[in-house]
C-alpha cells in the first residue's frame, strides 16, 4: 500500500501562484510514475501533470506554460507549481501514484477567484 499526503491547496486570487505538496510513503518502491489530478464539480477527473521515474513529463494542454510538476525522489515527494491561476482551474487535486495499480490522495481543494 502507499499512503499520499497533500497540502497546499486554498483559495488564491486569479493570476496568483499555488504550490501543491504530495508526500508518499509506506510501499513506495517501483513506483513508476507521480503526478496529479483534477475534478471539478459535475466534471470528471482529468490529469494535469504527471511525471515518470526517468523525469520524463506529460501535461494537459490547458495548464501547459503554467502549471509544472516536479519530484523530489529522496523525499518521495512530488510537487506541483501553478503558475497564473485562472478560475477554471477550480477543483479538488489529487495526487496520484502509479505502480502496478493506482493510487490516489484525499484530495486538495484549490478555489481561484476572478
Known amino acids: 500500500q502507499v499512503q499520499l499526503v497533500e497540502s497546499g491547496g486554498g483559495l488564491v486570487q486569479a493570476g496568483r501562484s499555488l504550490t501543491l505538496s504530495c508526500a508518499a510513503s509506506?510501499?513506495?518502491?517501483?513506483?513508476?510514475?507521480m503526478g496529479w489530478y483534477r475534478q471539478a464539480p459535475g466534471k470528471q477527473r482529468e490529469l494535469v501533470a504527471t511525471?515518470?521515474?526517468?523525469?520524463?513529463?506529460n501535461s494537459a494542454a490547458s495548464v501547459k506554460g503554467r502549471f509544472t510538476s516536479s519530484r523530489n525522489s529522496a523525499k518521495n515527494t512530488v510537487y506541483l507549481q501553478m503558475n497564473s491561476l485562472k478560475p477554471e482551474d477550480t477543483a479538488v487535486y489529487y495526487c496520484?501514484?502509479?505502480?502496478?495499480?493506482?493510487?490516489w490522495g484525499q484530495g486538495t481543494q484549490v478555489t481561484v477567484s476572478s
Open positions: 509506506g510501499s513506495i518502491f517501483r513506483i513508476n510514475a
Open positions: 496520484n501514484v502509479q505502480k502496478y495499480t493506482n493510487y
Open positions: 511525471i515518470t521515474n526517468g523525469g520524463s513529463t
